[in-house]
């Protein structure tokens, strides 16, 4: 079948670029951690190396936070799928560049991390894309409403429509 091009807003380990690449697809990610950065690029060098993957797939990898937007990427995507920073649930790394070191209240993080992904998953999506994302409330700590917020803002937005919850 067609290869699709497929968007990560937050890379993370790699499992969803993985998974893409490893299907045939295309696969363009963000994540401001430079040290998985440069781990995420060796591991596909490796796989170009191998033949793992076909020559002519794409990958391009950003290392910086999604909420900066790429013009040259506007429109360019069939699929967003991602899982992104529960807040400060998980301490991801030391990095400076990590989202809620810029934006270290909830509402900040919000304003100036969600927000902006959002619209900009919005650019980057081609007409009658669909933006996946696996996100949940968190319920330890100081319960911030992950899920309830991301899905509000999603339904704010003009241009997205829901197509299904799954739990």
């Not at 990958?59 to 400060?88: A, K, V, W």
């Not at 070191?101 to 900009?120: G, M, Q, R, S």
Request: some cysteine.
């Amino acid at each position: 079948g067609d290869k699709l091009n497929i968007l990560d807003t937050s890379m993370g380990f790699g499992s969803r670029m993985s998974s893409v690449l490893l299907n045939g697809h295309n696969y363009c990610g963000f994540d401001p951690n430079k040290e998985l950065y440069g781990k995420l690029k060796e591991y596909y060098n490796f796989l170009r190396e191998n033949s793992v993957i076909e020559e002519k797939q794409k990958c391009g990898m950003y290392c910086q936070g999604s909420e900066i937007h790429r013009p040259e990427l506007d429109n360019m995507f069939d699929i967003s799928f991602t899982s992104p920073p529960y807040f400060n649930l998980e301490k991801y790394s030391d990095d400076s560049s990590e989202s809620t070191k810029h934006y270290n209240n909830y509402e900040l993080w919000i304003e100036y991390f969600v927000k902006p992904t959002i619209e900009n998953t919005y650019r980057y999506l081609k007409t009658n894309g669909y933006a996946m994302i696996n996100i949940k409330n968190l319920t330890r700590g100081k319960k911030e409403p992950l899920f309830d917020d991301w899905f509000r803002l999603f339904q704010e937005h003009d241009g997205f429509e829901l197509v299904e919850i799954f739990e």
